[in-house]
């Protein structure tokens, strides 16, 4: 059975976490007694905006129509080029391969990630228009 991650957001103070809608994650956290669990706690970092994603989908239109691909499938040719990630099972050794979503990535990450696209198709000789630019398609 898999069970959900509970995301929430908080703000340490004086060295104590103080969880922002602390009712819903303690109900939440109910659903798990017994089971054990894995805690991460890390730094907030601001998702990719949405003028962000609008050049990036972009960007992915006009490299498809270059390569030939669909939009969709030139999405999973950049992941895989560019967030893919390997991880060690630790109870067998084994290394499994897999994909980072865009979704995770924060502005800075994204940002990195739309850069690595967009030198990649100069590579190929498809010149992406730069972002904030006004662009005329042939």
């Known amino acids: 059975m898999s ?25 939440e956290l109910r659903e798990l007694e ?33 390569t030939g691909y669909t939009k969709n499938e030139m999405h999973d040719v950049v992941k895989f080029k560019f967030l893919k990630r390997e991880r060690v099972i630790e109870k067998t050794g084994e290394v499994v391969e897999y994909l980072t979503s865009t979704t995770e990535l924060n502005k800075s990450e994204f940002g990195t990630f739309v850069d690595s696209t967009i030198a990649w198709a100069a590579e190929m000789g498809c010149a992406l228009p730069a972002p904030n630019t006004q662009f005329e398609i042939v």
């Open 3 to 27: 069970y959900p991650t509970l995301d929430y957001y908080g703000t340490v103070v004086s060295g104590v976490l103080k969880i922002r809608n602390r009712k819903g994650f303690d109900m």
């Open 34 to 66: 017994g089971k054990e669990v894995e805690v991460v706690v890390k730094k907030y970092s601001a998702k990719r905006s949405s003028q962000q994603n609008k050049y990036y989908w972009v960007c992915i239109g006009l490299l498809a129509e270059y």
